[in-house]
């Protein structure tokens, strides 16, 4: 099997600028979303009762790249990017001007673009949901585990910078620009 390319590890909108050889700007406007799984904890405790250490924790890493899979199919239909994972946790970055999405909706020529990112976000949040209810409950030899998500939209204006040393990683971080006073 081929090892996967290291692009799958770059925001879908950083690829798709950089296969047009340019920048994402440093200044945006758009909707993040935040999506938390819980019950991993449980699932975690779970597993490594019921397979041991070893085949719990590979057990776990299955669940979640099934569930992560399931989640960013729908952040990538609703022309998201999925910014960063944490733990059990995705950042998505929806921006007002997506190019990935010319001419699919006709909604779109009639709602202002930074409306339009935050639709598509919410869209994408109760998608997210739906998507989770393939998870809601794991059966266990010894018990069954729930999985839960939530969900959290903000729009606005972000900073989006890369963070890093190149040679070693680089990060992508959303950050809030500073309010005039």
Same mark, same amino acid.
């Given at each position: 099997?081929?090892?996967?390319?290291?692009?799958?590890?770059?925001? =879908?909108?950083?690829?798709?600028? /950089?296969?047009?050889?340019?920048?994402?700007?440093?200044?945006?406007?758009? /909707?993040? *979303?935040?999506?938390?799984?819980?019950?991993?904890?449980?699932?975690? +405790?779970? *597993?490594?009762?019921?397979?041991?250490?070893?085949?719990?924790?590979?057990?776990?890493?299955?669940?979640? @790249?099934?569930?992560?899979?399931?989640?960013?199919? =729908?952040?990538?239909?609703? &022309?998201?990017?999925?910014?960063?994972?944490? &733990?059990? %946790?995705?950042?998505?970055?929806?921006?007002?001007? @997506? +190019? #990935?999405? +010319?001419?699919? @909706?006709?909604? /779109?020529?009639?709602?202002? $673009? %930074?409306?339009?990112?935050?639709?598509?976000?919410?869209?994408?949040?109760?998608? #997210? =949901? +739906?998507?989770?209810?393939?998870?809601?409950?794991?059966?266990? $030899?010894?018990?069954?585990?729930? *999985?839960?998500?939530?969900?959290?939209?903000?729009?606005?204006?972000?900073?989006?910078?890369?963070?890093?040393? $190149?040679?070693? =990683?680089?990060?992508?971080?959303?950050? %809030?620009?500073?309010?005039?006073?």
């Amino acid at each position: 099997m081929d090892a996967p390319s290291l692009a799958i590890y770059l925001p =879908q909108d950083r690829r798709q600028a /950089s296969g047009r050889d340019r920048l994402l700007p440093e200044r945006a406007t758009g /909707s993040a *979303l935040f999506a938390d799984i819980s019950g991993f904890t449980a699932l975690t +405790e779970a *597993l490594t009762r019921t397979l041991g250490p070893r085949h719990g924790a590979e057990e776990v890493s299955n669940q979640l @790249n099934r569930a992560y899979t399931a989640l960013i199919a =729908q952040v990538d239909h609703f &022309g998201g990017s999925v910014i960063s994972f944490s &733990g059990d %946790a995705i950042t998505c970055w929806f921006d007002e001007n @997506n +190019e #990935l999405l +010319e001419g699919d @909706n006709q909604l /779109s020529s009639t709602v202002p $673009p %930074a409306v339009w990112a935050s639709l598509r976000a919410v869209a994408c949040a109760l998608a #997210l =949901q +739906e998507a989770l209810r393939a998870f809601d409950v794991l059966a266990l $030899p010894e018990s069954t585990i729930s *999985l839960g998500i939530k969900v959290a939209v903000t729009s606005g204006p972000v900073r989006r910078f890369l963070v890093g040393d $190149p040679d070693i =990683q680089r990060i992508d971080v959303l950050g %809030a620009p500073r309010m005039p006073k």
